[in-house]
């Protein structure tokens, strides 16, 4: 099942990725149609899914489509949490936990973007695998942790080094938080959709060109280790988003560095779930 939010509206998108079931409409009400209700019902709204005749839907544009988890409560996200992204980033692979940071809720934006570079900034692309919270995880064990997930999503952890890396302490809230800097989309695949959704298939390209290809199976700490673990020490709520880490191959570790410029084209893609595009002005 994949959700989306078209033009504000809670939707099912067919199988093909062409039509879009608006759900408010195909439940009578039952479902709002606001896409960030739906996590609260979660169980519900996929019994319902499962088992409801649901109309042929409408065809829709990709432009029409937003965030399609818009307003998370918590946006977590996960720094360092591929070895090869921790070498080239020049810190050692985390023994415990990653670094645990925020992308303030402004940032948050849907899959076709155009993207406002800060200007004078170093701005980088970080491709990412986004989990969504469809309950309330509280000291989950590492077992159960996808029981937790609703869903997957595309997300790119934009990044200004220049703020992120300023002393005395980094600011990875901040240089991570410009406004449009968390694209998301194209839609939330649940994870019964998925062969293995512990190795999925990453890669970003700017201008066609390849910047990063990984694999989720190379997580430090998987998806289902970092529900458990961050449920130890708070509550993930139904709604939250987890940007859970980049691959190798970001701006900042190449030589020489390179950032996003003016008019860059910028995309990003899963395996199994769908492609961001960011085009790039400033
Ligand atoms: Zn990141």
């Known amino acids: 099942m994949r959700i989306a939010n078209v033009s504000g509206r809670l939707a099912l998108i067919t199988a093909d990725g062409t039509r879009a079931v608006d759900v408010e409409r195909a439940s009578d009400g039952r479902f709002a149609a606001d896409p960030q209700a739906v996590y609260e019902h979660w169980d519900a ?7 409801a005749e649901l109309p042929e839907g409408e065809p829709f544009d990709a432009a029409d ?7 998370a409560r918590q946006i977590f996200a996960i720094g360092l949490n591929y070895r090869a992204h921790a070498d080239e980033s020049g810190f050692d692979a985390p023994e415990g936990l990653p670094p645990v940071f925020t992308k303030f809720a402004t940032a948050i934006t849907g899959p076709v973007t155009t993207l406002e570079l800060p200007e004078g900034g170093h701005n980088d692309w970080e491709v990412e695998l986004v989990a969504v919270i469809g309950k309330r995880a509280r000291e989950v064990a590492e077992a159960d942790g996808w029981d937790y997930v609703a869903g997957l999503t595309v997300g790119q952890d934009v990044s200004e080094r220049i703020g992120q890396l300023a002393g005395p302490a980094p600011q990875f809230s ?23 959704p512990d190795d999925l298939e990453l890669r970003c390209t700017v201008n066609g060109e390849e910047m990063q290809k990984g694999r989720t199976r190379d997580l430090i700490v998987s998806v289902p280790a970092l529900v458990a673990r961050l449920s130890q020490v708070l509550p993930l709520l139904p709604g939250d988003i987890i940007f859970t880490g980049t691959p190798s191959g970001v701006g900042m570790g190449r030589k020489p560095q390179r950032w996003l410029a003016d008019g860059d084209l910028l995309v990003s893609t899963i395996e199994g779930i769908g492609e961001l595009r960011q085009t790039c002005r400033g």
Not at 65 to 71: E, N, Q, S, T, W
């Open 45 to 51: 709204f996929r019994e319902w899914a499962a088992g």
């Open 65 to 71: 489509l937003g965030a399609p988890v818009p307003a």
């Open 174 to 196: 901040l240089g991570k938080s410009h406004p449009g800097f968390a694209p998301t989309g194209p839609w939330v695949v649940t994870t019964d959709e998925f062969d293995n």
